[in-house]
């Protein structure tokens, strides 16, 4: 955690934790611009809390009262878009048995949030690029211009900008939504971060299963600090309620994460690929993660100490004798000229 962060700072409310610098700078912008009504585009890789923030942005304004609405821009049928966002009249076409309102009316001063807004269409971006203009749209099938106080949101895990050299997306609309942005980082560019995420993930895990929270050995710790997250705070929070259900005692061992998600065998090795193909079974996998984690963690706990295996120990509350024979399984020597008063043969 940050230098005089506490946990009352790090937790902003609506499941956005976090204390890592990167990240409180994205969250600080979000928090300012909840009182204005300028277009917001959220950008961040797949699971790292894009709605949470555009959800915050909203609630933390003052359209709090009015609705929120998501959609997901990849959902929209090309064909039906229009109707989809601004609604239609009652046999404006085929199946329209009954004027319906659009997802932006349904909006109405409050805000509309568009994920995954790179998948929109060509048609799609069009269409949104009328509204983006001046708030002005016609329902399908009617012929007066209407108007809407709709803020919008979006939110993209793509580079926009690449999309738009390529041509997939329309710069003009990228442009009225770049205009104020917030971006956040992945869960591996904030490690830290796992020491807030952890507890808090534990503690949704256990409200949701009825259960009573759990915690996660040093050991289990340390694979989790070691693994990249490709999915992020999602793919954390999956791996911990699995865990919180198949673990039967109130510590969570990293036997039962790597049960729970085997993709951590691989925490800390080269190509994922190639430790797979290393590796003949789960069990072997298993074995090889739980060796990388008990030696990185003597290693990181001998240095704090300078090599001091008395004090090591103590400092993880652990038998002096049980810190030793892992040293001495991994063959993990002592900074020259460290001193222990009771040093075991054979571990330098």
Known sequence: MDEGCSM?????????????????????????????????LVVGES?????????????????????????????????????????????????????RRGLVRQAEGGTLFLDEVEALTPRGQVALLRFLQDAS????????????????VAASNSDLREQVRRGEFRADLFFRLDVLRVELPPLRARPGDLDLLVPYLLKKAARTTGGPPK??????????????????????????????????????EADALLASAPALACAGAAPSSVAIAACSSLREAKRSALNVVERRFVEDALAMTNGNISEAARLCDMQRASLSKLAKKYAIVRPNGAEDSSAVPGVK
Not at 28 to 34: A, E
């Open 215 to 252: 915690t996660v050995s040093r050991a289990g710790f340390e694979l989790l600090r070691a693994f990249t997250w490709p999915g992020n705070v999602r793919e954390l929070e999956h791996t911990l309620l699995r865990a919180h259900l198949t673990s039967t005692g109130l510590c969570i």
């Open 47 to 99: 699971g790292t809390g894009k709605e949470l923030v555009a959800r915050a942005t909203h609630y933390l304004g003052p359209r709090r009262d009015r609705p929120f609405i998501p959609v997901n821009c990849g959902a929209l049928p090309d064909t039906l878009i229009e109707s989809e966002l601004y609604g239609h009249a009652r046999g404006a076409f085929t199946d329209a048995s009954r004027a």
């Open 137 to 152: 749209f016609r329902s399908v099938g009617e012929d007066q211009v209407q108007h809407a106080d709709v803020r919008i």
């Open 8 to 40: 009352e700072h790090a937790q902003f409310g609506a499941g956005i934790v976090g204390a890592s610098r990167a990240f409180k700078t994205a969250i600080s912008l979000m928090v300012r611009y909840t009182s204005c009504t300028a277009p917001v």
